[in-house]
């Protein structure tokens, strides 16, 4: 993959925070060109959190996240060395993905 | 035996595309088969609107701790942050995330599973000075917190 997702899981106590920043234009559909023409749609309507392939955490979004999004979430039950993933895909079908190991 | 170089990446595509849907698939199908798009929400173009396509308006709680700015310089990213006290208000399984006067309140839909903390971070968008609204879901019903956000510069690109 594209590996286009900056990804950072970090244990505190029995918690672990996952932060994962993505790159991505998240265009509204709502913006027009220097022309006039509308800039079609284009955003992430889709962000899975896994841990060790088991998802934490599903999310839809709409068009009104900020372009190259930022989240942040936390989870129980992660250990030093297990993997954390984050993936995407868009209003076009497009995909990502990103992986890191908890530290 | 030679192939055109096209199908092979075309190919290459429909593998990755299916080591995503596998990926996808491996989750626990009972999760899965709750989550679907409330898509009426999304598209709703105000906050009655929102709230009657989730089902119900939801009661303000002092257990949701929402974090924005009292002021933004640049509407097209504004930090938000929702921790939910779970003493004050337990099972929570999704949160959301709404801007009042955007074309679509709606920005963000999260679900949690058990294990994972009621807590999200993320940057939205606010075309202009308005209440946001964090939203907490659980078995016993809607919640909500809400705070204004002043706008200096539009969140449309302006």
Not at chain 1, 11 to 26: F, I, N, Q, S, W
Not at chain 2, 8 to 17: E, H, P, Q, S, V
Not at chain 2, 136 to 144: I, L, P, Q, R, V
């Amino acid at each position: 993959m594209a590996g286009k997702i900056r990804i950072r899981a970090q244990l505190d106590g029995d918690t672990c925070e996952v932060k994962a920043l993505m790159r991505h234009p998240m265009e509204t559909g709502l913006r027009k060109n220097q022309a006039g023409d509308a800039i079609p749609a284009h955003y992430i309507e889709e962000v899975t959190v896994t841990h060790n392939d088991q998802v934490v955490m599903h999310s839809y979004w709409g068009a009104a996240v900020s372009a190259n999004p930022f989240l942040g979430v936390r989870f129980a039950g992660g250990q030093a060395g297990d993997t954390v993933k984050v993936m995407w895909r868009d209003n076009t079908g497009a995909t990502d993905e990103g992986e890191t190991t908890i530290r | 035996m030679k192939r055109e170089s096209g199908a092979g990446i075309a190919r290459r595509g429909l593998l990755r595309m299916g080591i995503f849907v596998a990926a996808v698939a491996a989750v626990p199908t009972k999760l899965w088969a709750t989550i679907t798009k409330p898509s009426a929400a999304f598209a709703a173009t105000d906050m009655d609107g929102t709230f009657a396509a989730l089902g119900q308006t939801p009661a303000e709680s002092a257990g949701i701790i929402f974090t924005t700015p009292d002021i933004a310089e640049n509407g097209a990213v504004v930090p938000i942050k929702i921790e939910v006290d779970e003493s004050l208000l337990p099972g929570v399984r999704r949160l959301y995330v709404m801007v009042e006067k955007n074309p679509n309140p709606m920005a963000a839909m999260f679900s949690m599973i058990e294990g994972t903390r009621p807590y999200v971070e993320t940057r939205v968008k606010v075309a202009q000075t308005c209440n946001l609204y964090a939203v907490a879901e659980t078995d016993s019903g809607f919640y909500m917190a809400s705070k204004e956000t002043k706008v200096t510069l539009g969140g449309c690109g302006g």
